[in-house]
């Protein structure tokens, strides 16, 4: 089992950064970040994985860059240039087994508590 703690949410002005963090008890074969705002279908960020492979989504790519620590046990999400849309719950979700490492959500067993982003115009 992996337990998920993200940190690091909170309000910015639109072009603003932050920089997200999820810290994981266990090292799992593949971590991601996922936001969701309510009333609509969660989306995948972008995700790593323990043989060096990684995806991110082009809705966020050149604004958005993930690194870990730690033997993948600390997952950072650095945001830059926020806009208002980026406004959501941002999650952190791992998974054990092997495999391609995407951003489908339902391959991902293990999910964080979620961390708050606002990006105010």
């Known amino acids: 089992q992996v337990h998920l703690v993200e940190s690091g949410g909170g309000s910015v002005q639109a072009g603003g950064s932050l920089r997200l963090s999820c810290t994981a008890s266990?090292?799992?074969?593949?971590i991601g970040w996922f936001r969701q705002v309510p009333g609509k279908e969660r989306e995948g960020l972008g995700a790593?994985?323990?043989?060096?492979?990684?995806s991110i989504a082009d809705s966020v790519k050149g604004r958005f860059t993930m690194s870990t620590e730690n033997a993948m046990r600390t997952l950072y999400l650095q945001m830059d240039n926020l806009k208002p849309e980026d406004t959501a719950m941002y999650y952190c979700?791992?998974?054990?087994?092997?495999?391609?490492?995407?951003?489908?959500?339902?391959?991902?067993?293990?999910w964080g508590q979620g961390t708050q982003v606002t990006v105010s115009s």
């Open positions: 266990a090292t799992a074969y593949c």
């Open positions: 790593i994985d323990t043989d060096g492979g990684r």
């Open positions: 979700a791992a998974r054990t087994l092997t495999g391609f490492c995407g951003t489908l959500d339902r391959a991902f067993r293990y």
